[in-house]
Nanobody
Framework: QVQLVDSGGGLVQAGGSLRLSCAAS????????MGWFRQAPGKEREFVAVISWSGGSTYYADSVKGRFTISRDNAKNTVYLQMNSLKTEDTAVYYC??????????????WGQGTQVTVSS
């Protein structure tokens, strides 16, 4: 069992940066791939980024590639999403998730509660 707590969201101007964190409880954190998803109002939840259990592999949605960086610290049971050059279209609730390495939400078994990111123009 893994419990996830997302944090770090907020209001930022376009072009700015935010770093999201996802703290996990449970001794098996390091055995899971970790992903970030987001959901904007009126839209379906979409994949943002994923990192393998070791941190050796990462994959990004085209919409965030080159601007966002996912990382993890298994000693701290934490995964991060560094978001730079933010755009208004990045506005959404961001969720971290633990599970298998992939881009589909159904690959993930555990989800955080979400953290709101709002990018103003």
């Amino acid at each position: 069992q893994v419990q996830l707590v997302d944090s770090g969201g907020g209001l930022v101007q376009a072009g700015g940066s935010l770093r999201l964190s996802c703290a996990a409880s449970g001794r098996t954190f390091s055995s899971y791939a970790m992903g970030w998803f987001r959901q904007a109002p009126g839209k379906e939840r979409e994949f943002v980024a994923v990192i393998s259990w070791s941190g050796g592999s990462t994959y990004y949605a085209d919409s965030v590639k080159g601007r966002f960086t996912i990382s993890r610290d298994n000693a701290k049971n934490t995964v991060y999403l560094q978001m730079n050059s933010l755009k208004t279209e990045d506005t959404a609730v961001y969720y971290c998730a633990a599970g298998g390495y992939g881009t589909k939400a159904n690959r993930y078994d555990y989800w955080g509660q979400g953290t709101q990111v709002t990018v103003s123009s």
